[in-house]
């Protein structure tokens, strides 16, 4: 079957780096996608990975081994509004997106 | 409009009855999905259209039908509502299947 596993929630301290890491096993592979989503609203896009390696875009940077089925995401200088849930989804042969559940992350003062 | 839109906001429903949920886009993307997102699960693909006049089935398709007559509408309709339909639906879409995908705010739909 298909599985994307991310921890269920971290907590972090404002100022701070955290890395949110994602593994994946799926049918095929052609991408893996970081979307924010704050409570209450839609998921919102952050980074695409299809190549092995660091893709950095200001704070947030997203790294992917294919090899090792494996991402994650790094937020550096955390902000309070950076609290939210974090999404990692994998496309895959079909080109269909397949989600993880998501992880909860919490910005202390 | 900007972007993509969904109605309505939120909705509470009684079993049996039938219930349209609308998603409209402005950006002439030819790709759009609809989701459901429940807690402590990832978003699961109900069905999609990869260009106005296709679809296709998802993840979780059953009690629920599409129709894209053209490329800014995908209305979801569920034909005889359950309680296990209750959920936060996104509709999303995307220039192309194989590009970044971006989402309508979501509909919070109850079904009693």
């Known amino acids: 079957g298909q599985n994307i596993d991310q921890p269920t929630e971290m907590t972090a301290t404002e100022g701070a780096i955290v890395q949110i890491n994602c593994t994946y096993q799926?049918?095929?592979?052609?991408?893996l996608f970081w979307y924010q989503q704050h409570a209450g609203e839609a998921p919102t896009f952050l980074s695409y990975?299809?190549l092995d390696g660091l893709e950095e875009k200001g704070r947030f940077s997203s790294f992917l081994s294919r090899s090792k089925g494996y991402s994650y995401l790094l937020l550096k200088e955390l902000q309070m509004k950076d609290s939210a849930s974090y999404l990692c989804a994998v496309r895959d042969s079909n080109y269909q997106l397949i989600w993880g559940a998501g992880t909860k992350l919490i910005i202390k003062p | 409009i900007a972007g993509i839109t969904q109605a309505p906001t939120s909705q509470i429903l009684a079993a049996g009855r039938r219930m349209t949920l609308r998603c409209t886009q402005d950006?002439?993307?030819?790709?759009m999905y609809w989701y459901r997102q429940d807690l402590g699960l990832g978003l699961r693909l109900i069905h999609y259209?990869?260009?106005?006049?296709?679809?296709g089935k998802g993840e979780v398709p059953d009690g629920y039908s599409v129709s894209r007559a053209n490329t800014d509408d995908f209305p979801l309709t569920l034909a005889s509502a359950v309680p296990s339909q209750t959920s936060v639906y996104f509709c999303?879409?995307?220039?192309?299947?194989?590009?970044?995908?971006?989402f309508g705010p979501g509909t919070r739909l109850t079904v009693l």
């Open positions: 950006m002439r993307h030819n790709a």
């Open positions: 259209s990869n260009t106005a006049g296709t679809t």
């Open positions: 999303a879409s995307s220039r192309q299947s194989e590009d970044t995908q971006y």
């Open positions: 799926t049918s095929g592979f052609n991408g």
């Open positions: 990975n299809v």
